[in-house]
C-alpha cells in the first residue's frame, strides 16, 4: 500500500510537472490578439498591403510594404489560397516576458485550401507577437505544428486531421 502511495504521489508530481510546462494566459492580451486577428483577416481577404503593418520587418524579410504584398499577392492569386477558418485562442505569456508587456504567444487554428489541396486544411499556428517602438503588437515569427505532441500542448482536446485518399 506504501508503495501505491507513492507511486501515486510521483504521477501527481510529473503531471503537475507537465501542466506547468504550458504557457500562462496573458492577463492583458486583446493587444495581441486584436494584432493576429488584423493580420489574419487582411491576409483572408487578399488586403497584403494592410496585412503590412501587422508584421515586423522579420517577418518581411526587411522589404518594403509594395515588394512585401506583391509577393503575398502572386502567392496567395497563383496559389488559389482560400483561409475559410479563423480561430484565435487566448494570447500566452513567453518565457522571457510573463507579464506579456512586450512579448506574447497567439495560438491559432487556422482552415484553409489551394489549388493543390482542394479538400483544405487545418493548421494548427503559433504567433510570437512583440511591442514595436510606436507600442503596437506586431507579430515576429509564425510557426505550423506538426507533431500531435505540440498541439496537445497549445490546442488541449484538438487533432492533426488526416487526409482522406492517402496512398
Given at each position: ?6 507511486a ?11 501542466l ?22 487582411a491576409?483572408?481577404?487578399?488586403r ?17 510594404r ?17 483561409i ?15 507579464a ?9 487554428v487556422?482552415?484553409?485550401r ?24 506586431r507579430?515576429?515569427a509564425?510557426?505550423t505544428?506538426?507533431d ?20
Amino acid at each position: 500500500m506504501k508503495k501505491l502511495i507513492v507511486a501515486m504521489t510521483l504521477l501527481v508530481a510529473g503531471l503537475s510537472t507537465g501542466l506547468s510546462a504550458n504557457a500562462e494566459p496573458c492577463a492583458a492580451g486583446a493587444g495581441p490578439r486584436a494584432a493576429v486577428e488584423g493580420y489574419l483577416v487582411a491576409m483572408q481577404d487578399h488586403r497584403f498591403e494592410d496585412a503590412y503593418d501587422y508584421v515586423t520587418a522579420k517577418m518581411t524579410d526587411g522589404k518594403s510594404r509594395g515588394e512585401w504584398a506583391a509577393l503575398q499577392k502572386l502567392f496567395y492569386e497563383g496559389g488559389e489560397v482560400n483561409i475559410f477558418g479563423i480561430d484565435i485562442r487566448p494570447p500566452q505569456a513567453t518565457p522571457e516576458d510573463a507579464a506579456c508587456a512586450s512579448h506574447a504567444i497567439v495560438p491559432n487554428v487556422l482552415k484553409s485550401r489551394d489549388k493543390f489541396n482542394n479538400q483544405g486544411t487545418t493548421e494548427f499556428e503559433l504567433y510570437t507577437l512583440v511591442t514595436a517602438a510606436d507600442g503596437a503588437w506586431r507579430i515576429d515569427a509564425q510557426e505550423t505544428l506538426f507533431d500531435q505532441s505540440d498541439v496537445d500542448r497549445w490546442f488541449p482536446g484538438e487533432k492533426i486531421p488526416e487526409f482522406r485518399d492517402q496512398y
